[in-house]
Structure formats: structure tokens, C-alpha cells
């Protein structure tokens, strides 16, 4: 009976994880929805600003003036890794801080022996790792996901911005997953600043808009780019927050139905011990009968 009531105990306990993770798959996919909106709303935005930001360049011989997109010598490197402030969701923070310690390790490795990387770490689980392993964390920032708007993360873009026009660091680049569907996420490496601006050629005659500029082209520039910089980082927000859901409730999808099949076979399990020991009890009293009669 003692192995009966450790499959009984076993049951109860599988019983109320698989509650609790089918009710966070529930939330995740709510929370999902309404992520996924803001993310596919904001993407035609994003890319037709980046789009109107081509045409201006286009005939502008020193674009690479502009203060934003002045490329210097890499020898200080800013690392944004954005992972979430919780768990359970599958691998999705593991593989942003894989990527960003195969970057440091391969790409940055001279960076690296001067101490010359810096880590901005965006999300709790990211902070807590590279704070662990001693790495040399310039910020950190784990509310931006309690409150996520425009006017919230501006603050953050005007100071990666401050830094790299100050000199602080000579290249900036995010770590992210961008958003596909529920159960797809792409993670991306993506330079933040210096900004880079497409080149031309010379035989490049594609049709574009005849824009009427006031004032010129070059000073229109200068006013877009911050504002393009602010909005490639709220869309990289955006697909982070959006993949963390849909990561979230895939894992929790997998865990209730794992806990399912555990279910079935612990029942199972359980309806074999107990016949058996209701056969035992039978035998039992069966050979008593025969003792006595003997």
C-alpha cells in the first residue's frame, strides 16, 4: 500500500502542475495577442521611415558627416543583450546570451583582453548571467517591459546615442529575437550605431519619389535619423517582448502536455499496483480458507 500511496502523492502533484502551466499558457497567449499587434503595427512604420530615410540619402555625397553615422576603429564595444525578467520560456534567454558571449569571444576578443566590451543589459535573466560571470556591465535596465511605450524607451535610445557621439563607444549592437509567429523566433544581431547608411551607385537610375525638400536634404537628415534610431529601438523591443510570449506559451503548451502523458502513465501505473494488491489480499484470504479447512 506504501507504493500506492507515493503513485496517489504523484498523481496529485503532476495533477496541479499541469493547472498551472495550462493556466500560464493562457495568459501567455494574451498577453501574446495583444504584443503581436503592437509589433505588426509598428513594422510598416519602421520600415517606410527607413525607406524615406534611403531616398534622402540618396545624392547626399557626405551622408557619413553626419555625427551618427561616423565610423571610427572598433576598440570600444557596447553589447545590448534584451532577455526577459522571468523564466519559462524555453530557450529564449539562453540563446540571447549565447550569441552574445560567442560575439565577445569571437568577434571582439582583442575588445575583450583591453576591457573594452561593455555589457547594457536589458531584462532581469541577462543582468543576473553577466553579472555572474563578471562581466563589465555598463547598465542594466529591467522595468522597461512593465510599462512599454515610446515615451518609456526614448530615454534609453537618447543615451546609447549620447554615449557613441560622445566617444564612449565606437560601435553599439543588439542582441534580440525577432518576433515571426507564435512558435518562431529569429534571433538577431543588429548594429545599433554608427548608423549605416546604404551606399549608392553610380548607375543607380531605380525610380524613386520626387520629394520637395524645406529645408535641404542634408538637414532634414539630421532631424530623421535620431527619430529612425528612437523607432529601431522600440521595434526591437517590440519583437523581444512579442517572442517572449510566444516563447512562453509554447513552452507551457509542451509542459501541459507532457504532464498529460505523465498522467496517464501514472495512472496506469496506479490501477496495476492496485490490482495487484488487491489480488494479494485475495490470495491471502484464499490460503487462510485452505489453512483452516487443512
Known amino acids: 500500500m506504501a507504493n500506492l500511496k507515493e503513485v496517489r502523492t504523484r498523481i496529485e502533484s503532476v495533477n496541479s502542475t499541469r493547472q498551472i502551466t495550462s493556466a500560464m ?26 525607406e524615406l530615410m534611403q531616398d534622402l540619402n540618396r545624392g547626399i555625397e557626405q551622408a557619413g558627416d553626419n555625427k551618427f553615422a561616423v565610423v571610427r576603429p572598433d576598440e570600444k564595444i557596447l553589447l545590448v543583450p534584451v532577455t526577459s525578467n522571468r523564466g519559462l520560456c524555453g530557450a529564449f534567454n539562453t540563446n540571447v546570451i549565447r550569441m552574445t558571449v560567442k560575439l565577445i569571444n569571437e568577434q571582439y576578443a582583442k575588445q575583450l583582453e583591453a576591457n573594452n566590451v561593455s555589457i547594457y543589459c536589458i531584462g532581469k535573466k541577462g543582468h ?58 529569429i534571433l538577431i544581431q543588429e548594429q545599433f550605431l554608427p548608423v549605416e547608411m546604404p551606399e549608392i551607385a553610380e548607375d543607380d537610375f531605380s525610380e524613386g519619389i520626387d520629394y520637395i525638400f524645406e529645408p535641404a536634404k542634408d538637414e532634414i537628415l539630421d532631424e530623421l535619423i535620431p527619430k529612425t534610431l528612437k523607432i529601431q529601438v522600440y521595434k526591437m523591443l517590440l519583437d523581444s517582448f512579442a517572442s517572449e510570449h510566444g516563447a512562453r506559451m509554447i513552452a507551457m503548451h509542451k509542459a501541459t502536455d507532457n504532464a498529460t502523458e505523465l498522467l496517464k502513465d501514472l495512472k496506469l501505473s496506479y490501477n496495476k499496483a492496485r490490482q495487484a494488491a488487491i489480488t494479494n489480499e485475495i490470495l491471502e484470504i484464499v490460503g487462510g480458507a485452505n489453512a483452516l479447512n487443512g
Not at 33 to 43: D, K, L, P, V
Open 128 to 185: 543576473d548571467f553577466f553579472k555572474s560571470r563578471k562581466f563589465n556591465i555598463y547598465k542594466s535596465n529591467s522595468d522597461i517591459f512593465d510599462a512599454l511605450t515610446f515615451n518609456e524607451i526614448t530615454p534609453i535610445a537618447q543615451g546609447l546615442m549620447d554615449d557613441f557621439v560622445e566617444g564612449k563607444f565606437d560601435r553599439i549592437v543588439f542582441v534580440y529575437n525577432q518576433f515571426k509567429n507564435a512558435g518562431t523566433q
Open 25 to 50: 499558457k493562457m495568459v501567455a497567449a494574451s498577453k501574446l495577442r495583444r504584443a503581436q499587434n503592437a509589433i505588426t503595427t509598428m513594422r510598416p512604420y519602421a520600415a517606410k521611415l527607413q
